[in-house]
């Protein structure tokens, strides 16, 4: 991400010069980028080679936003469009005056692509220049193009779409609808076919005006004509084509039975829709829904996300029992999500005879596919899902923010099972071969340290160990849980069974007051954990602690997952991801686990430090993170953070590797608490920064910088 780096799926010459020195016949221009750029096509056609979409015209002419609305004006007056101005002057009172014409809400619109690229809703007339800056921005870096329109922002709205294929003879064949109205920052998640809304008229009258639409243009290729459907006058607007094939399009093969892909090319090589006797009588059988597993945080407002996979495997793919499951992705066990493309890693796809027995297979699909490693929307689009707004079909492109809070929250009860911490637990013992590693044949005093604990060496320190859940939205410094496994001393000596008791260990918020705390005085937080440890220790030496809850062990089985799906071919015992089966208390549990970073712990893994293990239940539809400590390693840990808290609240550090698009503030200027100071970029998406502290701001950075990921973008003192 140099300052002056171009992206060069955006650069016609590169593309065109790399397609024919590989002697390539055709380009297909896939998804977003110059996909919709006639200055591509143009190109590749004058290079003499094929286009796999349709002439420059079309798209410059139905393509563009604005030239298309125009076009429809003069030679198709009698379809329905949005309101909205398609004027070129962005001139503030300009455009202030159309928004009041218009009325508010309004929607910005990059006028050369899609994909919820550089679009913004307004809903009030200081917001407009604001916004129409920052989707000019997006647009220019996604499309080449930072042209916007402005239009009516119908609130009450489906987002309809019919997929179309033109041949180069005049013939355009109608696939039928696509629903795409469950949408983030006006980006598709779900979508499903047919649309359970639409009545057969409406569909029938849908599909001719977008067959007509592009008739008028002599287009050729597969293509999307996008309506806006209101559905409380049941009426619908023209709002775009996308003169590509859609992210979406295996919906619609699965539900028409027609390889749409085969059939772009069968038409580039000139061949005639009319010599398909299969076209001439389609109909819609069964219902099929997508959903797009995307590299994003839901829990702190989508940001993206970049890590490496440490386990992919999905659950089903290919055909089971009366349905289709289909995996479209690149994406292995040790792949590492890049910060220089979109979000979305997978499309996840399913058939079934009726929409609610897609719905289940969907939401289980990605409850049982293990994608540990990246933060991702896969418990997000199970809660989607399983909604019961969704399951009614009468949802609205509204769906997600306005039941975002009950869609944040897991849909599965109860959330987390009372044995979780065991499950991590079991998986370290299991995974270290070699118990008295870490402190046989150690000189523990050959060099004595300052601050020397020597505790760590005490056995009570290595038969207890801690278990903490991590939720970085969460107080206590991202603890949600923690417990303290302790193996009962009547445990059976069976093989492969024990009883277990789950303790509760404390985990006070950092800074939070304890009983001796004056009023109006601050806790001394450090102080705090260092009783707490010691209240803690005590009830597991003297037995209190054995009062929890115990839990029966058996049968654990340790299988490593590599191979099929992975880039790495033979892993060592630590480093590969396992799948984990065991009874709990006469119930089969099942989950896969992978440990971070295990490559740099060789062959035994650290008994007196820290380790993270990631761990994905079917159950719960997601990974999670543990943390294994003793308990003064946990303590410990714990105590540093405190003391080191205070000073993190007045530095903002970068999420990811990104650049400066803008900065807000004046350097030295005075800011509040909860304001945006800075923008930054990242996975082709825009991110604010927002201060969490007032006081005067400072940053070392410039507009165009690149930052890495944990480096200071700003501080406020």
Same mark, same amino acid.
């Given at each position: ?50 286009? %796999? ?57 990059? /006028? ?23 989707? +000019? ?6 499309? &080449? ?17 019919? $997929? ?5 003879? !005049? +013939? ?31 569909? $029938? ?57 085969? @059939? ?43 890590? *490496? ?6 659950? =089903? ?19 590492? %999500? ?55 079909? &009468? ?32 998986? @370290? ?42 939720? =970085? ?14 193996? *009962? ?26 009983? #001796? ?65 065991? /009874? ?34 079917? $159950? ?25 808290? =205070?000073?993190?609240? /007045? ?10 698009? =803008?900065?807000?503030? #004046?350097? &030295?200027?005075?800011?509040? *608490?909860?304001?945006? %100071?800075?923008?930054?970029? !990242? ?10 502290? #007032? ?11 690149? %930052? ?10």
């Amino acid at each position: 991400m140099e300052k002056n780096q171009r992206n060069p799926f955006l650069d016609i010459d590169l593309l065109v010069k790399t397609a024919k020195d590989i002697h390539a016949d055709a380009i297909h221009p896939g998804y977003g980028y110059l996909s919709e750029n006639a200055n591509f096509a143009d190109s590749v056609r004058h290079a003499g080679l094929i286009f %796999v979409g349709p002439p420059a015209k079309a798209m410059s002419t139905l393509g563009d936003k604005r030239s298309s609305k125009d076009y429809l004006r003069q030679n198709a007056p009698d379809v329905p469009l949005i309101p909205g101005f398609t004027g070129t002057s962005l001139e503030a009172e300009d455009l202030q005056r159309a928004a009041v014409d218009i009325g508010f809400p309004v929607m910005l619109k990059a /006028s050369a692509g899609g994909g919820g690229k550089g679009m913004r809703v307004v809903h009030e007339p200081s917001q407009l220049m604001t916004e129409l800056s920052r989707a +000019q921005s997006e647009a220019q870096r996604s499309f &080449g193009s930072g042209d916007c329109i402005l239009e009516k922002f119908i609130e009450n709205s489906k987002h309809i779409e019919i $997929q179309v294929v033109g041949d180069q003879y !005049s +013939q355009v064949v109608s696939f039928f609808e696509r629903d795409c109205s469950i949408q983030r920052r006006n980006q598709k998640v779900i979508e499903e076919t047919p649309c359970p809304f639409l009545d057969d008229d409406t569909r $029938q009258d849908m599909s001719e005006t977008a067959v007509r639409i592009v008739k008028l243009i002599g287009y050729e290729g597969a293509g999307t004509v996008e309506f806006v459907f209101d559905t409380s006058t049941r009426k619908f607007y023209f709002l775009e084509v996308n003169t590509r094939l859609q992210v979406e399009h295996p919906i619609t093969e699965e539900v028409v039975g027609v390889d749409l892909v085969a @059939l772009q090319l069968f038409v580039a090589a000139k061949g005639r829709l009319s010599e398909l006797p299969q076209l001439s009588n389609l109909t819609q059988t069964g219902h099929a829904i997508e959903c797009r597993l995307c590299a994003e945080d839901p829990q702190r407002d989508f940001l993206p996300s970049h890590d *490496k996979i440490l386990l992919w495997k999905p659950a =089903s793919p290919g055909r089971s029992p009366g349905s289709v499951i289909r995996y479209e992705t690149a994406i292995q066990s040790g792949t590492s %999500v890049s910060i220089y493309f979109d979000s979305m890693i997978c499309k996840i796809v399913v058939w079934a005879p009726t929409r609610s027995a897609a719905i289940n297979i969907l939401a289980r699909e990605l409850a049982n596919t293990p994608c540990i490693g990246v933060r991702t929307n896969q418990l997000f689009l199970q809660s989607c899902l399983l909604h019961p707004a969704f399951q009614d079909f &009468g949802y609205k492109a509204s769906f997600i923010p306005k039941n975002i809070d009950d869609l944040l929250r897991s849909p599965y009860t109860p959330s987390l099972p009372s044995h979780i911490s065991l499950i991590p637990s079991i998986f @370290l013992q299991h995974l270290q071969k070699d118990k008295a590693q870490g402190s046989g044949g150690r000189r523990h005093f050959r060099t004595v340290r300052r601050q020397f604990h020597n505790q760590k060496f005490d056995p009570f320190h290595q038969s207890c160990e801690i278990i903490s859940l991590r939720d =970085s939205k969460s107080a206590s410094g991202g603890i949600t849980r923690c417990e303290a496994c302790l193996p *009962k001393p009547s445990s059976s000596n069976a093989d492969n069974e024990w009883d277990i008791c789950l303790y509760p260990v404390t985990h006070h918020s950092l800074g939070e007051k304890d009983s #001796s705390s004056k009023e109006g005085e601050e806790p001394p937080p450090a102080s705090n954990l260092t009783a707490t440890y010691t209240a803690t220790s005590r009830a597991i030496r003297t037995g209190e602690a054995w009062s929890g809850p115990v839990f029966n062990i058996k049968n654990v089985e340790l299988k490593p997952l590599s191979g099929e799906h992975s880039l790495v071919s033979k892993a060592s015992s630590l480093s590969s991801p396992k799948s984990m089966s065991m /009874s709990v208390n006469g119930h089969q549990i099942r989950a896969y686990l992978a440990i971070p970073n295990a490559g740099e712990c060789r062959q035994s893994l650290p008994l007196n430090e820290t380790v993270r293990v990631f761990c994905h239940l079917p $159950q719960l539809g997601e990974w999670k993170e543990f943390r294994k400590d003793t308990l003064l390693s946990f303590y410990t840990n714990l105590r540093k953070e405190a003391l080191s808290s =205070s000073d993190q609240q /007045s530095e903002v550090k970068a999420p990811m590797p990104c650049k400066v698009l =803008s900065i807000a503030k #004046s350097v &030295g200027g005075e800011v509040n *608490k909860g304001e945006c %100071v800075m923008v930054i970029e !990242s996975m082709k998406m825009e991110i604010n920064i927002i201060v969490g502290v #007032s006081g005067i701001f400072h940053t070392k950075w410039r507009i165009g910088d690149a %930052v890495d990921e944990g480096v200071v973008l700003c501080s406020v003192e």
